[in-house]
């Protein structure tokens, strides 16, 4: 008789895959000795995409591509390390090498907030400090062409807060989404992608009560972003 096929393993979805990457970062935190290196909380992508493939099998583009929306989502972020190098000629040239690893976000995305997690909601206003820049009440800079976004921004933001229908890892979640459209609203071209990705969390909770018409107020001012 023929052996019998071992049916092949399921396909990881992306939210499974995004969730591993986030653990792999988060792991290398709690047991890191050093800032960067082997041991280190920080790791150049060479070595990530290494590991996680020996960790999980995962592919180049499964690790690469989901850094990327893990760090436009706020829970990773990248840090340049730049130096020097002299060439035989008597050339200097600088050589930047990237190194990743979790935020403070993407610890309290796994564990929960605690203690010492900051508070998202202080002094919601709006003020300009420049001719062409605002600060919200978040400390968070916004060209002034997009002004009326940043209003609906923080008008969201209030009713967050005040929702008793959320809780506080979902409001956590929604924040970091916020935050991510208005880092790239301080630009005079914001990133369609990043703000596309940041969208998605954030129409989602366009069914709960008391969000649901400022969240279409607020897609309609992103329009030009999301199309």
Same mark, same amino acid.
């Given at each position: 008789?023929?052996?019998?096929?071992?049916?092949?393993?399921?396909?990881?979805?992306?939210?499974?895959?995004?969730?591993?990457?986030? @653990?792999?970062?988060?792991? @290398?935190?709690?047991?890191?000795?050093?800032?960067?290196?082997? %041991?280190?909380?920080?790791?150049?992508?060479? *070595?990530?995409?290494?590991?996680?493939? +020996?960790?999980?099998?995962?592919?180049? #583009?499964?690790?690469?591509?989901?850094?990327?929306?893990?760090?436009?989502?706020?829970?990773?972020?990248?840090? !340049?390390?730049?130096?020097?190098?002299?060439?035989?000629?008597?050339?200097? /040239?600088? !050589?930047?090498?990237?190194?990743? %690893?979790?935020? +403070?976000?993407?610890?309290? =995305?796994?564990? &929960?907030?605690?203690?010492?997690?900051?508070?998202?909601? =202080?002094? /919601? %206003? /709006?003020?300009?400090?420049? !001719?062409?820049?605002?600060?919200?009440? *978040? &400390?968070? #800079?916004?060209?002034?062409?997009?002004?009326?976004?940043?209003?609906?921004?923080? *008008?969201?933001? #209030?009713?967050?807060?005040?929702?008793?229908?959320?809780?506080?890892? !979902?409001?956590?979640?929604?924040?970091?989404?916020?935050?991510?459209?208005?880092?790239?609203?301080?630009?005079?071209?914001?990133?369609?992608?990043?703000?596309?990705?940041?969208?998605?969390? /954030?129409?989602?909770? *366009?069914?709960?009560? &008391?969000?649901?018409?400022?969240?279409?107020?607020?897609? +309609?001012?992103? &329009?030009?972003?999301?199309?």
């Amino acid at each position: 008789m023929p052996k019998a096929r071992k049916s092949a393993a399921p396909a990881r979805t992306v939210t499974e895959i995004r969730a591993i990457v986030l @653990r792999y970062f988060y792991d @290398r935190n709690m047991s890191a000795t050093s800032a960067r290196g082997k %041991k280190g909380f920080a790791v150049r992508m060479k *070595d990530i995409r290494a590991e996680l493939k +020996a960790s999980h099998g995962l592919s180049q #583009q499964e690790v690469v591509g989901n850094i990327n929306y893990l760090m436009s989502q706020g829970w990773i972020e990248e840090e !340049q390390i730049s130096k020097s190098v002299p060439l035989r000629s008597g050339t200097v /040239i600088p !050589q930047i090498t990237s190194y990743y %690893k979790i935020t +403070a976000a993407g610890i309290d =995305k796994i564990d &929960g907030p605690g203690e010492f997690t900051m508070e998202k909601f =202080k002094g /919601i %206003k /709006i003020e300009a400090t420049g !001719q062409n820049i605002i600060t919200v009440g *978040d &400390g968070n #800079q916004i060209n002034a062409k997009f002004e009326e976004a940043a209003g609906a921004l923080i *008008d969201l933001k #209030q009713a967050l807060l005040k929702s008793e229908n959320l809780t506080e890892v !979902q409001k956590l979640d929604a924040v970091a989404d916020i935050d991510s459209v208005e880092s790239q609203l301080a630009k005079s071209s914001p990133n369609s992608a990043i703000v596309k990705g940041a969208w998605e969390g /954030i129409k989602k909770l *366009d069914t709960v009560a &008391g969000l649901t018409e400022k969240i279409f107020k607020l897609g +309609a001012l992103l &329009g030009p972003f999301l199309s």
